[in-house]
Structures are given as C-alpha cells and as structure tokens.
C-alpha cells in the first residue's frame, strides 16, 4: 500500500502570530505542486497563532494543514490556561500532537494522561499525532521496543480507531530530540516497524498497513533523504529545523533531492 508521507513542523513555544505567518508565507515560496502532491505538509504552531495561520491558509488557500501541539482532555470547565480539543476543531485543526516527549518530561504526562487527551481529540474528529520514544537509559538497556510498544497500549488503550487515517504515530526517541543526534537510518526504520506491528496487534493488519508512522528527533535537510528511503518511515515529525522556512521546504521537498 502506498502511504503518504506526512512532514509536520513543530514549532514548539516559537514563533508570534506575526512570525508564525512570515514563515509559512516564506516556506510557500520555496514549494511547488509537485511538493504538495508528495507528502501532506503541515505546520503546528503555538495556541496563539493558530488562527491567524488558519486564516492565512484559508485566505490563500495554501495547500498546508494546520495542527495543534496539545490540548486538554475534557471539553471545557475549570481548567485555568488550559485548551479543548472542540476548541480546536472550530479552527479547522486537522492534527493534535498528543504525548510529545517534552509534554511527559516537563509537565509529567503519563500514558494515562496521554490516553485521555487521545480520546478528546478523536471525539472531535482530529487526528491524533501519538509521540512514543525511548530514553538514552532505556535505549542502552535494551529497552527501547518494550518502552515504545508499553506507550502505544497504554496511550490507545480504549481508543477506537477504524480507519488508518484516524492516528499517526510519531517515533521519537528522546535523545535525538533537539540534541542533533538523529536515530540511525536503520533503527529508526527498525523502531517505527515496532510501532506499526504494535498497532496491527490492535487494530489489525489493514489498519497497520495504512498507518502513518513518522520519525522524529533532529530531522534536517540533511538527513531526510535518507530516512524517506527507509520502508517504515512515512515521514516525520520536524523540530528546530521547521522554524527555518528555507530548512523546512528542503526536508518538503525530500522527494526531488
Ligand atoms: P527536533 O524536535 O527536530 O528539534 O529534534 C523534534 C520534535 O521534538 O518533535
């Protein structure tokens, strides 16, 4: 089955509204159809400048999607500084990173915690982009495919998921992120294969089959050539290197270098 690529910018606590547009204004510049018809491009900005880049999108109707970095996971009430999944939906966000790793290193995110916001962002017909990854301790312990297939029960756990457009799933290990230590091409390719044979042992084969599992952790212009050359790995989940517009159309434009 041919599935295809989603490259998605993170932009982490980055970027004003004002910049935020500047980027992506700057990042369509560089692209052609022929990028946009590759892979699914998206861009996930802050809170703050989510409706002015859904505005932009819409305005010059830019082949970009727009994703979310997180959300709460009731629907509404007392929850002070907090945003909602339906919240989210009404600007027409399409994608909810759930889970990312720095959600469960500084903020104490569990899987249960993750399992719920999951659940919310199903409910209003998102997609959720699951992170799982291991530590550097877990890796040289050799406990990174049990730490990645306990994430993916425990994150899903519930979920009713029925069609392989419904999740993707983002393999990122935690010491590759934000250090400038990708994964090697093969065990990030090893990894997401874990992932997708996770998710076949609970959705089953066509589901897995259809899933989108990207990789993510220092991800550059530089590396993403041959990471898109491996078999598991149908995109990726893109950092600091998103902040640069010029940066983020190389890796959009992966499948023409
Ligand atoms: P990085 O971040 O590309 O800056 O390593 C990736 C991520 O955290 O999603």
């Excluded at 294969?193 to 599992?213: M, N, P, Q, S």
Aim: proline share 3%; charged share 25%; net charge negative.
């Amino acid at each position: 089955m041919e599935r295809r690529p989603l490259l998605a910018g993170n932009w982490k606590m980055n970027l004003d509204h004002l910049e935020a547009i500047q980027v992506v204004q700057q990042l369509v510049y560089h692209l052609e159809a022929e990028d946009y018809d590759a892979s699914e491009l998206v861009v996930c900005p802050a809170h703050t400048a989510l409706r002015s880049i859904q505005t932009l999108i819409e305005g010059d109707r830019l082949r970009i999607g727009l994703g979310a970095q997180d959300c709460h996971w009731e629907d509404g009430g007392a929850y002070t500084g907090e945003v909602s999944a339906p919240m989210l939906a009404k600007l027409k966000v399409a994608y909810v990173i759930c889970g990312h790793s720095e959600r469960r290193q500084h903020f104490g995110e569990s899987d249960e915690v993750v399992n719920r916001k999951v659940k919310a962002v199903r409910r209003h017909e998102m997609t959720p982009i699951l992170c799982v990854g291991e530590t550097l301790e877990q890796r040289e312990a050799g406990q990174a495919e049990d730490i990645v297939v306990g994430q993916l029960r425990g994150s899903l756990a519930g979920v009713g998921i029925t069609a392989s457009s419904e999740l993707v799933v983002a393999y990122e290990p935690v010491w590759a992120i934000g250090t400038g230590r990708t994964a090697s091409a093969a065990d990030a390719n090893e990894m997401c294969g874990v992932v997708r044979r996770t998710v076949g042992e609970l959705y089953g084969a066509e589901i897995a089959e259809g899933l989108r599992v990207q990789y993510g952790g220092s991800v550059k212009p530089g590396n993403i050539v041959e990471l898109m050359g491996r078999p598991e790995i149908d995109g990726a989940l893109v950092g600091g290197a998103s902040l640069d517009p010029e940066d983020f159309a190389v890796i959009c434009r992966h499948h023409r270098l």
